[in-house]
Structures are given as C-alpha cells and as structure tokens.
C-alpha cells in the first residue's frame, strides 16, 4: 500500500489522503482533492510543496493545481529538508 497526505503546516492537520496499492498520479490527486474540500474549496495562492517524485512532477498534477490556483514548490535534487518547518527555528 502507498499513503498519500496533505499536511497543513498551520494547523498541523492532515485535511486530505489517500492509500493505493499503486504509487500513480492519482493517489496523489486523491489526497489533494480532499484536502481542498475540506477547506470548502478555497484554496486560491496555497502553495503545495512536494518532492519530485513522478506523481508530483506529473502533467496532471499540475493541471489540477492550477484549477484550484495552487502554486506548487518543490526542494532542490537530493535535498531531504529544503524548506524547514517553522517550529524548527530556522536551522537547516
């Protein structure tokens, strides 16, 4: 099986997931789809940062982003914490 979440760095909720016995662009689809509508569909200039994995770089993911008006961000090659939490206090 593959999970699939969407982590609010806000809140420290997970408003969407998903889990599949294959790793495709729609388990991750799936989890942004919830994600989305569990914040009633307002989700305009979020930005969703992922790794670059297949289902993230994918073509459709992208489509999808952009009908929601969410900007997508991910780290650089080999780069495990590109973009650190706020509660780590600024170390990288």
């Known amino acids: 099986m593959y999970p699939a979440c969407v982590l609010d760095i806000c809140s420290r909720r ?5 889990m599949a016995s294959h790793m495709r662009v729609e388990l991750v689809i799936d989890a ?11 989700v305009d200039g979020v930005i969703f940062h992922g790794d670059r994995g297949a289902p993230c770089t994918s073509a459709a993911f992208a489509q999808v982003c952009a009908g929601f008006g969410i900007r997508r961000s991910m780290g650089r090659v080999a780069r ?5 939490s706020p509660s780590r206090s600024g170390r990288a």
């Open 80 to 84: 495990a914490m590109t973009t650190p």
């Open 14 to 18: 997970v408003p969407g997931y998903s």
């Open 32 to 42: 942004l789809t919830m994600a989305v509508a569990a914040r009633g569909g307002h």
